[in-house]
């Protein structure tokens, strides 16, 4: 019983912890691009953590390169608007979610190891439609007033 707890409450610490832990980091980042984070916009620039719940938004010569925990791959066009709504992935079990909205303008997805264990885990929303992501490679192209 005294194992079970043991494990129970190292478990529990190690969602706490996740929860604090970035979802990926800035790869690259050209022209005009931010982070917006709890209402606060900062530079995007190589390099900076990228947490669950961003958003990054380029202008018309920006684009970002993100790599996440999982090695999911995003690459943010000019224009855009992409909002990491929520993010969780377990390294050791490589299970968790990742939910993201595409507002406007493109994001190219190189899927990574969260979509390979947990078939439906992964989602992409624009205005007009939801993609439910199995492993692939796909880019999403949002135009203005769609």
Do not use: C
Request: no cysteine; charged share 20%; aromatic share 4%.
């Amino acid at each position: 019983m005294k194992t079970i707890i043991t494990m129970l409450a190292a478990s529990i610490t190690l969602l706490a912890n996740a929860a604090d832990l970035p979802a990926g980091m800035i790869k690259t980042a050209k022209g005009s691009a931010a982070i917006e984070r709890d209402g606060q916009k900062t530079p995007a620039k190589a390099g900076a953590a990228l947490m669950a719940s961003d958003r990054v938004v380029t202008g018309a010569d920006g684009s970002v390169g993100i790599t996440l925990r999982d090695e999911t791959l995003l690459a943010v066009g000019p224009n855009s608007n992409v909002w990491l709504e929520k993010y969780a992935f377990d390294p050791t079990s490589h299970e968790g979610t990742l939910n993201a909205t595409v507002k406007k303008g493109t994001l190219g997805v190189i899927s990574g190891k969260l979509s390979k264990q947990s078939p439906g885990a992964v989602q992409f929303r624009t205005p007009t439609s939801i993609l439910g992501v199995r492993g692939t490679e796909f880019v999403i192209d949002v135009k203005d007033g769609e």
